[in-house]
Structure formats: C-alpha cells, structure tokens
C-alpha cells in the first residue's frame, strides 16, 4: 500500500521534464520512495510516499509487494534513472540480508525497465544534501523542503530520505552507473541499523 501526503504534486501530462529520478529507501517493514524531475537544473518534486510492510505476514509476500509498488511507479512516471540507498556492512548478519533482499527487488523493478541505477552511502547522501554527513532525518527533510520548494510532512521521514537520495543523484549526476563509495567506514552500516531498527526487523 502507498501512503501519500496530500501536499505532493501530480505529474501534468503535457510536462517534459529533462530528467526524472526515482530515489528509492528501501525497507522490509517500510520502504520510502521520492520522485522528482530537473529542468535546465531546476529540481521540482513529482512524488514522494511510503509503502507500509509491516501489515504482510510473510517475508517473502512483503517482499512481492514492494516490487509491485516501485513497478508501478516505474511505469506511471517513467523514470530516466533510479538512485538507492546503499547500506553496505554491518556485523548483523540477519538486518543486512533483509534489507539487501528489499535493495536487491527494487533494483530488479528497475533493471526490469532497463532503468540505470545509482547507489549511494547514508553519509554521502546526508553530506549532498546538508553539508553534513551525520544529519538527522529533521535536517535532511528541511534541507530537501528547502531545495524542492515543498513543504513536507515530517511524519513521512522515509519519504523525505527517499528525496534527499534523488536530490543526491542530481548533484551527482554525472557519477556513472551503480556508483557506490568505496571509502565509506564499516561503521556507517552500524550507525544506519541503529537509526532504521523498525524497517529490517
């Protein structure tokens, strides 16, 4: 199920935005996604929502339904490039599969598309979008609020990280495909399970 805030924008079907990125946050309990195009390097938000997972009774269905959700929003808005967050090591063994798995279906909606996907470390993308790669998800969403223009709902803080990983994509747009920081610390894994506990568990 897709939750959306009232305030998010409708794509107009006569709009040609230049490019639109699909920033997705996975998650098996919730899983946040953000969409937003760029015009002669203007941003502007499309969408942003949260898809709940914590209802499903089974892995395996919660994982069927966040690769039907990114599907559709594939094909309603037709992205040109998907940018994921990428959470890399950790010494839990069992969050980091979970999540890898929910990583690993949205890539497949995506490479089902053939849509080139980016990834990106929590502290790259905290430090894109704020200048500081410890920020809170508060400062994270009032900096994405700041640069799309848009007042967003606190409460949707996977949504809003969503955004800051397709505002990320933009500022780093001229990164190559599957891109991922190689020198992030061991540590950002543990620093990222302890802030999300309530999406892997």
Not at 103 to 131: C, D, F, H, W
Request: with cysteine; net charge positive; glycine share 6%.
């Amino acid at each position: 199920m897709i939750a959306t805030p009232p305030s998010a924008n409708n794509r107009s079907e006569s709009s040609t935005p230049e490019k639109i990125i699909l920033g997705v946050d996975p998650g098996t309990q919730v899983a946040g996604y953000g969409i937003i195009s760029v015009k002669a390097g203007a941003m502007s938000m499309m969408q942003y929502g949260v898809v709940q997972l914590s209802k499903y009774t089974t892995y395996q269905l919660k994982l069927q339904k966040l690769h039907e959700t990114i599907l559709r929003l594939i094909d309603e808005y037709h992205p040109d490039e998907m940018a994921i967050e990428d959470p890399f090591f950790g010494k839990n063994v069992q969050a980091m599969l979970k999540l890898g798995r929910a990583q690993g279906v949205v890539m497949a909606a995506a490479l089902s598309r053939n849509i080139p996907i980016v990834e990106y470390a929590p502290r790259r993308i905290k430090q894109s979008v704020t200048g500081n790669g410890n920020a809170s998800k508060d400062q994270v969403s009032q900096m994405v609020s700041t640069l799309l223009g848009e007042k967003l709902e606190p409460k949707f803080f996977d949504a809003t990280d969503a955004l800051a990983i397709a505002v990320c994509h933009h500022f780093h747009e001229n990164a190559l495909p599957t891109v991922s920081s190689k020198k992030t610390k061991k540590g950002a894994w543990g620093a990222f399970v302890s802030e999300n506990s309530n999406r892997i568990m």
